[in-house]
């Protein structure tokens, strides 16, 4: 095996944060050190002096080539694990797609088939259920046995993805059986679909519509009727993409009593705002997901929850498409811009960021960012942590390099930054994966296929 060690560094873990010399044997972390105790040398040796060495990120929450609205998410497996790699991420949780009609085996089988052989970092998934039946009901503890063992399910898009409370009851009974874990994209599609038919029949056809019909309370509603849900069901529950301060009181008020309820939010709800789209016209476009981004005055909440734990794991929900031939398959008509916005590259950076503006601490940022996701989806200690016997995904990070982000030195494969023209402090160096230099000395170093399929045990949380 060739040995790799990193000298001088301050490793930064949710537990704690040390001046240490760190040894890689192979693909493994074998030793951490006071610095002077390794006295032997490695075939590689990394100076971290100044710098921090952190664990490799976890981005629980990404949509690679992803069907939506008559296109693809803009990133393949390829070009968006590389994405990831140079902004310190070194394992992504992406999501296969049940179709309606269709098994959650030729789902599985689909994503499988994308993404062998193409990724720069380690993957792994879960299942959207699209199609609730005894059927995909059964499927379910197969897939649990193949190290898929979470599964997505929608109140929202009606017709596509949309499943009734029955189905989401019987989804959560199947759940609470066989312990998987339920996601919900938590928002009352039927109702959000009555007002975007409306706003669309008044002429209201700019994207920035698409904000104001998503109302909050359609997301705090349909994150209370999941918490009930799952209640009756004996289902542990994890609400993906919360935005709205009305549904964090949900999930608060679940918490505070006890439940298994847990939930993420993005960078997005964090750094931007509906300010971002006040202006008519199409630049809103750049903007649209689900759940949409809400007035600023919901940050102070959300940071609030990210400190008190009530939210528990920032992901990406990364799910790009291009501002010129995709976003604006919606001109004239607000519901036809495809949903989802870039930013698996950025996630890291922006969390660091937060920690420099006093919203985090360092350590916190590392919890939220790498050592509870991967608890969280039954990866950890393999992922999420740097200690003896994990996988040697290390970010050698500098805190004091400064950066622009844009569309122009991005590596993402979409035409525009959501955060064009932003000055961030901190920045990915050096990227390990699995003991590889996958990304340093400004150079992406990594190869398509270096990245291997993970199958994850269940979640590590369950009471
Ligand atoms: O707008 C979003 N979030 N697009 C991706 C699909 C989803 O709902 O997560
Ligand atoms: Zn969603
Ligand atoms: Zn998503």
Not at 307 to 318: P, Q
């Amino acid at each position: 095996m060739t040995t790799l060690a990193i000298r001088g560094g301050t490793v930064i873990t949710a537990a704690e944060e040390v001046v240490a010399d760190v040894l890689v044997d192979g693909e493994k972390v074998v030793a951490l050190a006071a610095p002077g105790v390794l006295t032997l040398t490695a075939d590689t040796e990394l100076d971290a002096t100044g710098r921090y060495v952190i664990p490799g990120g976890v981005d629980a929450h990404t949509h690679m080539e992803m069907p939506f609205g008559g296109t693809y998410a803009s990133d393949t497996f390829e070009t968006g694990t590389r994405a990831a790699a140079w902004g310190g991420t070194t394992t992504i949780i992406d999501f296969p797609i049940q179709q309606v009609g269709g098994s959650l085996r030729e789902g599985l089988d689909a994503w499988h088939e994308k993404a062998a052989g193409n990724c720069a970092i380690d993957y792994a998934f879960h299942m959207i259920l699209a199609d609730v039946n005894d059927s995909s009901l059964k499927e379910m503890e197969a897939l649990i046995g193949e190290g898929v063992t979470s599964f997505k399910l929608f109140m929202a898009y009606p017709g596509v993805f949309y499943s009734d409370d029955g189905r989401i009851l019987r989804a959560m009974q199947r759940a609470g059986e066989t312990g998987g874990l339920i996601m919900m994209h938590a928002e009352n599609g039927i109702a959000i679909d009555v007002l975007a038919q409306q706003a669309v029949e008044r002429g209201n056809t700019d994207p920035r519509h698409h904000f104001a019909v998503r109302h909050a309370l359609l997301e705090a509603e349909a994150t209370h009727r999941a918490i009930q849900l799952s209640r009756v069901a004996g289902s542990p529950l994890y609400v993906v993409h919360l935005s709205a301060h009305q549904a964090l009181a949900e999930i608060a008020s679940a918490r505070e009593a006890g439940d298994n309820v847990f939930a993420e939010t993005c960078p997005q709800y964090l750094f931007l705002s509906t300010d971002e789209v006040d202006e008519p016209g199409f630049e809103a476009a750049k903007y649209v997901c689900s759940t949409p981004l809400r007035p600023r005055e919901h940050q102070a909440e959300l940071w609030r929850g990210l400190r008190n734990d009530d939210l528990s794991v920032i992901s990406t929900d990364h799910c790009p498409f291009c501002f010129k031939g995709q976003k604006d398959l919606g001109i004239g008509d607000f519901t036809k811009v495809p949903n989802g916005l870039p930013g698996v590259e950025s996630r890291m950076d922006l969390l660091h960021q937060a920690v420099v503006d006093g919203h985090l601490t360092r350590r916190r940022w590392i919890e939220l960012a790498c050592a509870t996701p991967a608890r969280m989806f039954g990866l950890y200690p393999r992922k999420g942590t740097i200690a003896p016997g994990s996988d040697a995904d290390i970010v050698i990070y500098d805190p004091t390099a400064e950066q622009t982000h844009s569309a122009d030195t991005h590596h993402m494969a979409v035409d525009y930054s959501v955060y064009e023209g932003r000055t961030t402090t901190g920045r990915a160096e050096t990227v390990l994966s699995r003991g590889t230099v996958v990304v340093g000395g400004g150079e992406y170093l990594g190869t398509k296929g270096h990245g291997s399929f993970l199958r994850r045990d269940t979640c590590q949380y369950l009471r």
